[in-house]
């Protein structure tokens, strides 16, 4: 299904963590973090399908791949709505400064790199993470999120100001997250959950002392349950830190050349932090 965005850059805000969709990416494929989905590309660079800038240009459009059901960075509004997120107003204000039109094209989180090889997008914008193992296989545009790890407590408590506090104490995470490991490193006890709802729930009833995800994660909680979220706190950060960037194929250099130029304009004119505070609260892109 192709969508195609208008000009303007919506001013939409998130409806809230859709926790059932984060869980199902994360299964999907290795995550990172809670609540920013990772997808592991091939191991192998393959240049013979890189874009080219001039030929995008010739077509008038930048074609975007992208889930649709990943809020708030990909989703529709109200479920059955008009496309929207962040990853998808970030999108939309690169192709505007290359004076493309955004055409939206979705599919399953799996498929999405699948696709942009076999030449069905120009780019993905779906918060996928710069990874090591990645870079051999696509090129990035300079990062437009950073995430940090964080350590999320009772607004209350004072006895957990970092990590190492989490000794001894009880937390509960997703098993397939990394940030499990990060609790189980630090000495805490930690309680299987599902996902980000759970263990948030978890934390207000107070029968755990902290849970770790991501620092996005918590930020949107925030903004959509501004009361309940009143409760709780980030007490620390950790060291897990996930950049995500527009991806295309290996050897598109004009391509990600244009589009780091326009990401640039777009940090220097207050657009990214003006997209980052209206799903967020805050500037995410940096």
């Not at 994360?26 to 393959?46: E, F, I, K, L, M």
């Not at 006895?159 to 001894?168: F, M, V, Y």
Request: proline fraction near 2%.
């Amino acid at each position: 299904m192709k969508i195609t965005a208008p000009r303007t850059v919506r001013r939409l805000s998130a409806l809230g963590v859709v926790a059932a969709a984060a869980l199902a990416l994360t299964a999907c494929a290795p995550a990172s973090t809670d609540g920013v989905v990772t997808q592991t590309g091939d191991s192998t660079a393959d240049t013979s399908a890189a874009k080219s800038l001039s030929d995008i240009r010739d077509s008038g459009e930048l074609v975007i791949g992208t889930e649709g059901t990943y809020q708030p960075f990909t989703y529709h509004e109200g479920g059955s709505g008009a496309l929207t997120g962040y990853d998808v107003d970030v999108a939309t204000a690169v192709a505007e400064k290359l004076d493309l039109t955004p055409t939206f094209e979705e599919t399953q989180f799996d498929a999405l790199l699948a696709g942009l090889d076999a030449g069905r997008f120009d780019i993905v914008a779906n918060q996928i993470s710069i990874t090591d193992e990645r870079e051999v296989s696509y090129d990035f545009s300079t990062p437009y999120t950073v995430s940090r790890g964080a350590v999320i407590t009772a607004a209350d408590d004072t006895d957990i100001t970092s990590l190492a506090d989490l000794a001894g104490k009880t937390t509960a995470q997703s098993q397939s997250s990394n940030f499990y490991t990060t609790a189980k490193d630090a000495g805490a006890d930690v309680q299987v959950v599902e996902g980000w709802a759970q263990s948030v729930a978890l934390l207000e009833q107070g029968r755990i002392d902290a849970t770790v995800n991501d620092e996005l994660t918590f930020l949107d909680y925030v903004k959509t349950n501004p009361d309940r979220a009143a409760g709780i706190k980030i007490a620390a950060t950790t060291d897990d830190v996930s950049r995500s960037a527009l991806v295309t194929t290996k050897g598109s250099d004009d391509l990600v050349e244009a589009i780091d130029e326009a990401l640039a304009e777009l940090k220097a004119d207050g657009t990214l932090a003006e997209i980052s505070d209206r799903y967020f609260g805050q500037d995410v892109s940096e």
